[in-house]
């Protein structure tokens, strides 16, 4: 959506991290330059594909719709790979701005069914138990892992795993209570930060201590930058 249509019919948010639900992929095909049709800068960091996926949860059963969409995930997605993404086909929007511009889509049969976010790696606890390195960080008194606090933070670590641009800035201290993990049993395609990019130092005695932040005094972690 380009910002002049954004502006003449603006709406809120329709959707956030909540509204996410898991798709397995089924196809992927690669766009040309000329099927793409852009009409500003290209991002290199990714790659414009139509992708089929049906629901995780719909897998098995014969008549569980598949889905089509047009995605900048082309170059991490392939057939059988988890993927996060908001059903727009079943969602129920309430909001007056996005129901006028989702008519208008439907008759240039633009608006898509799934948009897809975030390909999933691996299993959450999986990844926990290869990560070799931690934050310094302020604990909260309420910020166990199965919390909502717990899960935003999880997600924080795994964006940085994912993005060196991303982690730019953000000291990364090696762990020195994380368990050895075998190189053989750990699969290639996860996201890793490198030794090379952590951090000697980290005192125990400090990480230890429990400097408590009312959770509702503050919504997200802090994190030491460099």
């Not at 240039?108 to 290869?130: E, G, H, S």
Request: aromatic share 6%; glycine share 6%.
């Amino acid at each position: 959506m380009n910002g002049n249509s954004y502006w003449r019919e603006p709406f809120r948010s329709i959707c956030n991290q909540k509204r996410l639900s898991e798709f397995t992929v089924i196809n992927v095909e690669s766009l040309s330059d000329a099927e793409i049709n852009s009409h500003g800068p290209q991002s290199d960091k990714h790659v414009v594909a139509d992708i089929w996926v049906m629901k995780s949860s719909d897998l098995g059963k014969s008549d569980a719709p598949q889905y089509c969409t047009r995605s900048h995930l082309g170059h991490l997605l392939h057939p059988g790979d988890s993927v996060m993404g908001f059903d727009l086909a079943n969602a129920n929007v309430n909001e007056e701005h996005f129901e006028k511009y989702e008519k208008r889509q439907l008759k240039k049969d633009r608006l898509p069914d799934v948009i897809l976010v975030k390909k999933v790696f691996a299993d959450r606890n999986t990844r926990k138990r290869a990560r070799q390195w931690k934050l310094r960080r302020l604990r909260k008194e309420n910020g166990s892992d199965g919390s909502a606090e717990g899960n935003d933070y999880q997600d924080f670590l795994e964006d940085l795993e994912e993005d060196a641009n991303f982690r730019q800035g953000v000291n990364i201290y090696k762990d020195p209570t994380a368990m050895p993990v075998d190189e053989d049993d750990q699969d290639e395609g996860v996201p890793k930060i490198t030794l090379q990019e952590m951090l000697e130092g980290l005192n125990l005695a400090e990480e230890e201590e429990v400097m408590a932040v009312p959770a509702e005094e503050e919504e997200s972690a802090d994190v030491e930058i460099a």
